[in-house]
């Protein structure tokens, strides 16, 4: 049982490249999301997912889109990167409310 | 005011000691509580709920204070192993999804030898 897994675990970006995180879960979770993570920003919710086929905008969704086409992956996109997009993404999953996180993925945007 | 506060810290405490800190939300009508715990550069992790009438869980002890709107985590005789972010989480059902999940910033706790 791998729990949670995300894909890069670290990335370099040049200013409007784009790039796809994957988020994978093997628990059968309905509920998928998507934070970001910056110093003193504590964790934002860019986008979430209450199942397959669903998505809905968070706190911070600019910039940011999304895909669940199957119910164990979740799917952020950066069509065009920019600066401040440099962050610790994390993905996390859950059933109820417990909520399960993935080792994350440090974007630098250059 | 933030829907969710938590003071920063760092919090400095010998080990040893007990230690404790809130967390004050600002919405009346939140039902769930948890408290998570987040290693540096690792992701955050379940500690514990909170319930309603308090619960422990070894030296962790975590309460809810309704009527002053904040919950508390408190850590007795401290480890090395304890240093760590705590983050509090507030949930408030506005009609499913995760809309009414908040995460405080967290408070960042160092255990000294």
């Known amino acids: 049982n791998a729990g949670v897994t995300q894909t890069p675990k670290f990335r370099v970006l040049k200013t409007g490249q784009s790039m796809t995180l994957l988020c994978a879960q093997d628990?059968?979770?309905?509920?998928m999301y998507w934070y970001r993570q910056d110093p003193g920003m504590g964790l934002r919710l860019i986008h979430y997912?209450?199942?397959?086929?669903?998505?809905a905008k968070g706190e911070v969704p600019d910039g940011y889109n999304v895909s669940r086409l199957k119910k164990q992956n979740f799917l952020l996109g950066l069509e065009s990167a920019a600066p401040s997009q440099t962050s610790v993404y994390f993905c996390?999953?859950?059933?109820?409310?417990?909520?399960?996180f993935g080792p994350g993925t440090r974007l630098l945007v250059l | 005011r933030k829907e969710v506060e938590q003071d920063p810290g760092p919090f400095n405490v010998p080990e040893g000691a007990t230690v404790a800190f809130n967390c004050t939300y600002s919405n009346s009508a939140s039902q769930s509580f948890f408290w998570y715990r987040q290693d540096c550069r690792k992701e955050p992790k379940l500690l514990m709920s909170v319930y309603s009438s308090g619960n422990e869980d070894g030296r962790f002890t975590a309460q809810l204070n309704r009527a002053s709107q904040y919950i508390s985590l408190l850590i007795r005789d401290s480890k090395l192993s304890d240093s760590a972010t705590y983050l509090c989480?507030?949930?408030?059902?506005?009609?499913?999804?995760?809309?009414?999940?908040?995460f405080g910033k967290g408070t960042h706790l160092i255990i000294q030898p």
């Open positions: 628990m059968n979770h309905e509920y």
């Open positions: 989480v507030v949930i408030h059902y506005s009609g499913g999804g995760a809309d009414g999940l908040t």
């Open positions: 996390a999953s859950s059933l109820k409310e417990t909520q399960y």
């Open positions: 997912s209450v199942g397959e086929g669903t998505t």
